[in-house]
C-alpha cells in the first residue's frame, strides 16, 4: 500500500523560505516520479513542481526561479525548497506520486498525500 506523508508546513513572512518533505512508503522509490501541487479553497489543484524517476525536474511558470524539488533515493524522501514566499504562495501542499508532466498540468495524480499548509502573510 502506498503512503505518502508530507510535512514542514507552517506560516512564514513575505520573502521568506520553508521546506516541505514528503517521505514514501510501499512504492519502488528510484523508479517513481513526483511532483507537488497546491491548492486554496474553491480552486482547482495545481501543479506546481515535477520530478521524474531520473531526478529531473520540471516547474510551473509560477514558481519557476524561487522553489527548488528533488528526491532522496535513499531516504525515500521528496522535498520542495520554497525561496521567496509571497501571499500568493498561500495554500494546502500536496505530495504526489506516479504522476507524469502531463497529469500536473490537468491537476492529476494516482498516489496523493494528505496535504500540509503553508500560509505567507505578513
Not at 482547482?44 to 531520473?54: C, L, M, P, T
Not at 520554497?82 to 505530495?95: F, G, H, K, V, W
Not at 504522476?99 to 500540509?116: I, K
Amino acid at each position: 500500500q502506498v503512503q505518502l506523508v508530507e510535512s514542514g508546513g507552517g506560516s512564514v513572512q513575505p520573502g521568506g523560505s520553508l521546506r516541505l518533505s514528503c517521505k514514501a512508503s510501499g512504492v519502488t522509490y528510484s523508479r517513481y516520479s513526483m511532483a507537488w501541487f497546491r491548492q486554496t479553497p474553491g480552486s482547482q489543484r495545481e501543479g506546481v513542481a515535477f520530478i521524474d524517476s531520473e531526478g529531473m525536474p520540471k516547474y510551473a511558470d509560477s514558481v519557476k526561479g524561487r522553489f527548488t524539488i528533488s528526491k532522496d533515493n535513499v531516504d525515500n524522501t521528496l522535498y520542495l525548497h520554497m525561496y521567496n514566499l509571497q501571499p500568493e504562495d498561500t495554500a494546502m501542499y500536496y505530495c504526489a506520486g506516479d504522476v507524469s508532466w502531463t497529469m500536473l498540468t490537468t491537476g492529476r495524480a494516482t498516489n496523493w498525500g494528505q496535504g500540509t499548509q503553508v500560509t505567507v502573510s505578513s
